[in-house]
């Protein structure tokens, strides 16, 4: 008969089997062998396994995805908007300076059309990875609540593995930063908003650039 220790410790493996194989193996899979054009599908997927492992932990309040408005702090989150545009700006004026455009009628559309869907196709998913599922399936694997703050920004940072770029590597991991101490202070929707102005304000300087899957090159 097997003991309550035992079974902690086939449960505690099970979900470090899991974690590595939902953070690290699948993403490493996908920037090795997935074509470039097929990532959103492969993040699509993620986010529906994601979204059953979620369910299956269960004890989840899922109202807590729509709920927490009253959470955000606005100041904050346009002073953060305002600091990542203007990072992303001169990380472009310094690396790639001839892909900085004007903001001519054409391209103000384009960008409408992209501050409306990257929120919902882009952000959203993978918020639901990496915060809930992350901090309520996986957040006993890290009880210090740095130590898990600081994985979970590793895990998100190598989840944009696929870009092969140090620069997307750096963003990434400091946008997780923010983005899990967000959620665990105020919610998930807080944490989704500021992914979602951040993602938006990156793209409105040039920084489309390292995050569009047709400017990917593998070192290999």
Known sequence: MATDASVTLRSRSWLWAEFAALYIGAPLAIALFLPP???FAALFALTLVGLVLLWRTGGFDWRSLIGGWDQIN???AALFTVGVAAVGYAIMRATEPDYIREL???RLRFLFLIWLLYPILSALPQELIFRPLFFHRFGSLFPDGRVAILANAA???FAHLMYWS????IMTFLGGLFFARAYQQRGFLSAWLLHALAGNALFAVGMGYYFWS???????
């Open 37 to 39: 054009e097929r990532m």
């Open 74 to 76: 606005w100041p904050f």
């Open 104 to 106: 001519t009628g054409p």
């Open 155 to 157: 895990i998100f940072s």
């Open 166 to 169: 140090i620069v997307v590597a």
């Open 214 to 220: 047709g400017n990917v090159v593998r070192p290999f």
